[in-house]
């Protein structure tokens, strides 16, 4: 055979694979599956067009069925501030003949507040019709938080250093949430001399059924706290926002004293969100923002300690920090007192025995460890000069001469 012959023949070959692979189904998606890329485009119009302000462009990808309940997103939207909303696709099944699920990631940003976006998971269903694809079912997926705007008409309350978004709220009581994370706000600033936000974004839902919906969890978890933050743990600077989200139930039974600590509390976790890691323990992040609501109170140990005062005066005095599950929502209210008690005297003997500096460097260089194990013990010795026994020894002695 000649050179041209086996080119040829080459090419014959070439061409008969191509062909049989394209019958198993090796190439591209079939017409009746859309790319990833073709749904991610469709995503990119729709988002492009609610930044707009286009209302027809973001019910254009949509089935007929979905555009009432779209119609009234869209209006809702237009109360918060968006700087930013985009969706990523993740992945793309067939669900049947011109049918496909999407799975997304949704993020969109607050202007002025938030350097990162924050993230919704969400799965579409898509139908095709005359060659177009349109979105026919739009859902949190499993175990992801229903966003407030999907609860209800938002009404929003700017303060000088926060964002109060509220639904099935009275205005008078979304303002005076944000005057109390407004105060809340430079008081952290004062105690964590580290780069973050000095802003916040507050969600208070209408009950603590809603705000079970926002966080995507059972709310029988929620149901004696007063707020959260959302966030994620060691992401560093593009972490996806944080939220803070008030239980209308418990925050409204809590006093002047009461509601002021509890934003002071949440606001340093947003502000130490970079620098709390898997490798921080959960008495340190929380003693450490009680330890910032409760500085320049006045309050006594006594007054901030009361179950833990009663086990001491009992002569039950702890041999050693909380571990995380005391911490657990929806455990033993007594037990989960006590583990927030226990952390807020730990961070308390730092800055009365060490100083308020060497509190947020032994913070940074807990979280800044590679991993759990090691991290506390290696802080103690190179911030604090000492080890685990002897600053357990310190804690119980500082535990027995404040609450004793």
């Known amino acids: 055979m000649t050179e041209r012959g086996r080119r040829a023949a080459r090419g014959a070959a070439v061409c008969t694979l191509s062909a049989l692979l394209a019958l198993a189904g090796c190439t591209a998606p079939a017409p009746d ?27 254009a990808a949509l089935d007929p069925a979905l555009v009432p309940a779209a119609r009234t997103e869209f209006g809702r939207l237009a109360k918060i501030p968006l700087g930013g909303w985009a969706y990523r696709v993740t992945d793309v099944d067939p669900a049947g003949p011109g049918r496909a ?67 099935g709220q009275r205005p008078e009581r979304l303002r005076e949430i944000a005057d109390a994370a407004d105060r809340a706000v430079p008081a952290v600033g004062a105690a964590w001399p580290r780069p973050w936000a000095g802003r916040i974004v507050v969600l208070v839902p209408a009950s603590v059924d809603a705000m079970g919906r926002l966080l995507g969890a059972p709310a029988a978890s929620y149901r004696g706290i007063a707020a959260v933050t959302t966030g994620e743990v060691g992401g560093g600077p593009t972490a996806p926002a944080d939220r803070v989200i008030v239980n209308p139930d418990a925050y409204g039974v809590l006093g002047g004293f009461g509601r002021q600590f509890v934003l002071t509390h949440e606001t340093t976790h947003v502000a130490t969100r970079t620098r709390t890691t898997p490798s921080t323990p959960v008495w340190l992040s929380e003693g450490f923002a009680d330890w910032v609501a409760y500085r320049g109170t006045g309050r006594t140990p006594a007054q901030a300690a009361p179950e833990l005062a009663r086990e001491i005066r009992a002569g039950r005095l702890p041999a050693a920090l909380p571990d995380d599950s005391a911490f657990t929502f929806g455990g033993d209210a007594d037990t989960m007192a006590r583990a927030y008690e226990s952390g807020w005297l730990a961070c308390a003997l730092i800055a009365d025995r060490w100083g308020e500096r060497k509190l947020t460097a032994f913070y940074d ?26 600053f357990t020894s310190r804690w119980r002695a500082y535990l027995g001469e404040k609450l004793g």
């Open 101 to 167: 699920t999407a799975e997304t990631e949704l993020g969109y940003r607050v202007e002025g507040y938030d350097s990162a976006p924050a993230t919704l998971r969400r799965v579409l269903d898509l139908a095709e019709r005359d060659g177009r694809w349109y979105v026919t079912g739009d859902r949190a997926a499993h175990g992801a938080p229903q966003p407030l705007w999907q609860q209800g008409e938002v009404r929003a309350v700017t303060g000088r250093r926060s964002l109060v978004l509220g639904v």
């Open 365 to 390: 260089a807990v979280g800044a460890h590679p991993r759990r194990e090691g991290a506390v013990e290696k802080a103690l010795a190179d911030v604090l000069a000492t080890t685990p026994e002897e």
């Open 33 to 59: 599956e859309p790319a990833r890329a073709e749904v991610q485009r469709l995503l990119d119009r729709r988002a492009e067009a609610l930044q707009r302000r286009d209302e027809a462009g973001y019910l």
